[in-house]
Structures are given as C-alpha cells and as structure tokens.
C-alpha cells in the first residue's frame, strides 16, 4: 500500500505530465462557460480539487508556516499555505497543565464560533489515536460503510489485514453480504426479525435535505422510518488486504442513519472511547470561551434558554461522531450539520495523518468560504448558531504530507500503520446530539 506522489509541482515530472494529460483529456470538450453558475463555494471547491495545475495554496491559512517546530512538516509535498491567508485573532488558551505554558488558539471574525487549536495533539497521542481508529474502532460493534456490503471479521479488518502483513494468515476473501443475503451485526442486534425485503431498495442514492433537529421535533424525527440500506449486488468477493483501501467511516457513539440523515436512537447510545473523549473535553475546557464570543452573537439561534457557551466546561458531554478515512482522491463537499438536537454546543474535529485544504463558509453556499490547511494534530472547534450551520468542506486531501512524527520509531507494528497513513487522513468528528439533561426517552417519546 505504498503511494508514489511524485513532485506534482514539477513542471519536468512524470507526475506533472501525467496530470497535464490527464486534464487535457477531461477538458476537451468542456464548454467555456461551465463555470458561469457556480457559487462561491462550489468555486473554492473546484479550485482545490483541481488536480492540473495544482492548486495555489497562497490563500489558504496555512498556520504551521509560522511555526518552526513545524517547518519540515511544511515542506512535505510541496503544499504550503501562509500564516497571515485569512483574517483570524489570536487568543491563548487556559494553562490545561499547570506549567504556566500558554498556548495559542485562533478564531475569525467572519465565522463567530469557529476556532482552531493548531498542534494541539501532542505527537504520541496522536500515534495512539490512529491505532485506536483502525485497531480498536473500525470494527464490531461500530458500523462501517463496508459493513452494508461485506460481512466483516468481528475482530476487525485492520487486524486481519496486520496478521496478513506479517504472515500470520492467508489473504482470505471477505464475502459480500448480498452473497449470504445477512444482516449488518448492528441491524440484527437492534431488530431480530429484520429481513432483507425490510431494506430500502437498492438504486441510486437518493439526495436528502434534513430538516434541523430540534428538541421541539425530536419526537417526530426518532419516529421516521430508519430502514438498512440494502448490500451492493454486484460486488465479489475480495482479499482483505485489497478491502482495507475502501474503508471510509466508522460510527461513533448515538448512529448516524445515512438515509435519513438523521440519528437512529433505537439502537441505543454507543460508546465513547476515554481517549478520543479526553481529547474533546481537554478542548472545549481550555478554549477562553468568553473571548471566542466577545463580540456577541445575540440571542437568535441559540435556543429558547439563549446563549449558554459559558456553561459549556460543565454542559459539553462528546456522545457522538465518525472516523472518517479519507484517501488523497477522497473530497468531503459541502454540507451542513442539521441533525443534532443540540445544535449549538461544540464539535470537535481532529486531524491526523495527511494535511488536507478545509473550507468553511455562512448559511448558504453563495457565501465565499475562508480556506484553512490542517495538519495533522490540529483540532477545529465549531460552536454557536452561526459556525455550526454554516456549510463546510474538505475538497482536497494534499498528498506527500504525512508529518515525520508520524514517520518511523519502534512503536509495534507501527510500520504498517505509517505506510497506510502515507495515502490517507483520518478525521475523528465529534459532537454532542443531546443537550446535558434532556432525556431522549422521557422528553421525546424516543422509542
């Protein structure tokens, strides 16, 4: 699983020429004015997307271009931003350690509630985070997009693909679920009589427009039909070491119905790993929230109670999320996060991995969204009415950027991990869907 970059930058690479090609190739035909009803986003997305010429990153906030602890981090790949792209102000974080170290966070002025702690993941944990995703996470019970369409190992693919790597077993072929015709672990778990003439049937993915979760219709929203997806009938069966590339998301705690875009609150809440809810609430507590909302956002959007970010130290309790596992052609477009009954508290986004371009606009898509470059331990907060409905993206993952204290050492079996990570960012997201004392079962006829 090894990636060759190449210097995309390089006008006499092989790389460059293949993706000059390749351009050519696909704008042939390509009329002059395809661009003349794009929004501001979907233009900032096309721009970074674009595979020749790549991408300027001029205008991108590239805050680790400041940093000289992180200046070989930068140089990876070729991609750097600037520390001075984008409006932002810097504030200090509240002393988490008791050593008197202060350390920087900055928000934006034109996105109240964001805020983004550069380098905030120390290097050995975020080594542990990633052996959690893969090793701990992306397996039974938490459900994966494989799990749909093949019928996984319960101990997880990552550790079958580990004793593969080692020689410890066969390169044996996962089975498509439509073969067996079986349910996923989590649906036979929660609904014991399901069937497969239960699940949606199959055709194209159908686009949704949720409506925002509130807890004035969370009884509604929980009573809506949740039905599996039903599995791929084409597909055949594959060696593990082949699957372990097509591995995009794993859930987090409350699941997270793709059909609906909305949370299945029958099956229970899910766990909450200590380590990735440390790393959440080390965050949010340390964040100077007071500063991060100086200038106000006044009283719309915050709920019937009105703001209540001063409280979050002791209201934010993490019960939900993804891992997500992006490969360098993966992109993220642009969405809006509609479906937590609690839509104002923080999330939290870890990066890890390789570095990736993320946008971040307003309320609608001809909003124009600021660019910033995230590497990996870096963590963004979205908070408040305001940043939490604003539309968001990831259009760009940036090959060639895997830091080097991500590179090397004798942690076990590391080596495998780094040659995955070499391809690949992973982004653990989470959230809070419930307000701290709101009681899906006695509030909103949850079940």
């Known amino acids: 699983m090894t990636l060759d970059v190449g210097d995309i930058h390089d006008p006499t690479s092989a790389a460059y020429k293949k993706a000059r090609r390749k351009y050519w190739k696909s704008t042939r035909n390509r009329p002059d004015n395809v661009d003349a009803d794009w929004t501001p986003f979907r233009a900032a997305e096309k721009k970074y997307k674009a595979k020749f010429p790549p991408p300027d990153l001029s205008s991108v906030l590239d805050l680790a271009a400041a940093d000289p602890s992180r200046a070989e981090e930068t140089t990876r790949g070729g991609w750097r931003g600037r520390s001075d792209a984008v409006e932002c102000t810097e504030i200090f974080l509240h002393d988490g350690t008791g050593t008197g170290d202060r350390r920087k966070a900055y928000v934006f002025p034109g996105t109240p ?8 993941v120390p290097h050995d944990e975020q080594r542990r985070l990633v052996r959690w995703a893969l090793r701990d996470h992306a397996r039974s019970p938490n459900e994966t997009n494989l799990d749909t369409h093949y019928v996984l190992p319960r101990q997880g693919l990552w550790n079958d693909y580990l004793r593969v790597r080692k020689g410890e ?30 699940a949606v049937p199959p055709g194209p993915r159908q686009l949704i427009s949720n409506e925002p979760a509130s807890p004035d219709n969370y009884a509604e929203l929980a009573r809506t039909p949740k039905l599996p997806a039903p599995p791929s009938q084409t597909l055949r069966p594959v060696p593990t070491s082949s699957l372990i590339s097509k591995l995009r998301w794993a859930n987090i705690g409350w699941y997270y119905h793709w059909g609906t875009k909305q949370y299945d609150f029958t099956r229970g809440p899910g766990e909450i790993a200590g380590l990735v809810r440390r790393v959440c609430k080390r965050a949010v507590e340390q964040i100077p929230w007071a500063r991060v909302f100086a200038g106000g956002e006044g009283e719309d959007g ?10 979050w130290k002791d209201t934010y309790e993490p019960d939900a999320g993804i891992v997500n596992f992006y490969q360098t052609k993966d992109t993220l477009m642009a969405h809006v996060d509609r479906s937590e009954i ?23 898509r001809d909003d124009p969204p600021t660019p910033i470059l995230l590497r990996s331990g870096d963590v963004v907060v979205m908070s408040g009415p305001a940043c939490r409905r604003a539309y968001h993206g990831v259009p760009r993952i940036l090959e060639g950027t895997l830091p080097p204290h991500l590179e090397g050492g004798s942690d076990e079996d590391w080596e495998y991990y780094e040659e995955y990570l070499r391809g690949t960012r992973i982004n653990v997201n989470v959230r809070q869907v419930f307000p701290k004392g709101f009681n899906p079962l006695l509030d909103g006829e949850g079940r």
């Open 113 to 120: 509630g964001l805020v983004l702690l550069p380098s905030f």
């Open 342 to 364: 609690c839509a104002t508290s923080p999330l939290v986004s870890i990066s890890l991995g390789c570095a990736a371009v993320f946008l971040i606009g307003g309320r609608t």
């Open 169 to 198: 077993m066969q390169d044996v072929e996962v089975i498509p679920r439509a073969v067996l015709q079986t349910p996923t672990p989590a649906t036979a778990e929660a609904t014991p009589e399901y069937t497969q003439t239960q």
């Open 302 to 311: 915050w709920g019937n109670g009105g703001p209540d970010w001063m409280h």
